[in-house]
Nanobody, 121 residues
Framework: HVQLVESGGGSVQAGGSLRLSCAAS????????MGWFRQAPGKEREGVAT???????SYADSVKGRFIISKDNAKNTLLLQMDSLKPEDTVTYYC????????????????WGQGTQVTVS
């Protein structure tokens, strides 16, 4: 049973930083694509960043240069370092996993965490 549990959300002033974590269990962690997505009320879930099993990363244009996705394989944990936060980054963030190669579309991810709220004022 695949389980993803996010943590690290909260409130921060514009220009500040937060680090999100996603603890993964129940599958062969290293062989999966992992990603961070976010969703505002009434909008579609959008891709933020993905990291492939070989460590290759991709980012949405809106977060390039500000966010960094990484994995701690020893701890089966996915991380998202968010710097230079903007008010428009205020949404719920989700981590997700899928087998095979990474894509930025949420449609293809079968495993999701419960979400963590980020508020930038």
């Amino acid at each position: 049973h695949v389980q993803l549990v996010e943590s690290g959300g909260g409130s921060v002033q514009a220009g500040g930083s937060l680090r999100l974590s996603c603890a993964a269990s129940g599958y062969t962690y290293g062989s999966y694509c992992m990603g961070w997505f976010r969703q505002a009320p009434g909008k579609e879930r959008e891709g933020v960043a993905t990291i492939d099993s070989d460590g290759s990363t991709s980012y949405a244009d809106s977060v390039k240069g500000r966010f960094i996705i990484s994995k701690d394989n020893a701890k089966n944990t996915l991380l998202l370092q968010m710097d230079s936060l903007k008010p428009e980054d205020t949404v719920t963030y989700y981590c997700a996993a899928k087998s095979g190669a990474c894509v930025m579309s949420a449609t293809f991810y079968g495993f999701w965490g419960q979400g963590t709220q980020v508020t930038v004022s």
